[in-house]
């Protein structure tokens, strides 16, 4: 495995961990793997994340192709520090732990209610982690970073990363979810974010 690609793996192996924990995905996973059957919301949880993952690599893959590999560049530094500072900000404002999986559990509450609970398992599982994460900072990220670093070892190191925080989810359920701060992690989010935008600002653009 070349050194690009481990770079790429590690980057977004440890940007995918911080980013998930504590998310509403993640809140959502550990919710879901309390009212149906664990394995079922394991997979659908997993390949939405996986297919999601592949999406964003793709478009960050061929970004260079339609926009010069120097603007790529420049646009995912700025995305580095714009992440990073929003993540510090998050984590300084944050006013209470469990306000995100109270809203989380509510909003899953509602939905709930109104079918009924006829719906599957792992078909709900996979569309509220699907369109929870669309658009979210995790897959703009993941977008950026397949711009400036080899796309196979982003590919890897975001599944792995998504595997890991969602299975811990679903295994630890609410309790471990509750004790989750989500203060810290904003906080080491924010600060790796920042350290990315640096080493992609001192970096040279390859041709």
């Given at each position: 495995m070349s050194f690009s690609v481990v770079q790429g793996?590690?980057?977004s192996l440890a940007m995918t961990v911080l980013s998930e924990i504590g998310d509403k995905t993640f809140f959502a996973a550990a919710i879901?793997?309390?009212r149906h059957p664990r394995r079922l919301v394991l997979t659908g949880c997993l390949a939405a994340l996986i297919v999601m993952t592949i999406l964003s690599v793709l478009v960050g893959w061929a970004a260079p192709n339609l926009i010069s590999r120097k603007w790529t560049h420049h646009i995912t530094t700025l995305l580095f520090f714009g992440f990073g500072l929003w993540s510090l900000w998050d984590g300084f404002t944050e006013e209470g732990e469990?306000?995100?999986l109270a809203e989380v559990e509510a909003k899953l509450d509602a939905d709930w209610k109104i079918k009924t609970g006829t719906s599957k398992g792992g078909s709900k599982a996979f569309s509220i982690t699907f369109f929870g994460e669309w658009g979210d900072k995790s897959q703009l990220a993941?977008?950026?970073l397949a711009a400036d670093e080899n796309p196979l070892g982003v590919v890897l190191g975001g599944i792995l990363g998504h595997a890991l925080c969602t299975t811990a989810a679903v295994l630890g359920g609410k309790s471990l979810a509750s004790q989750i701060s989500e203060k810290m992690?904003?906080?080491s989010g924010g600060i790796l974010f920042l350290v990315f935008g640096m080493?992609?600002?001192l970096s040279t653009v390859e041709p």
């Open positions: 793996f590690t980057k879901l793997a309390m469990a306000e995100e993941t977008i950026g992690v904003a906080l080493q992609s600002f």
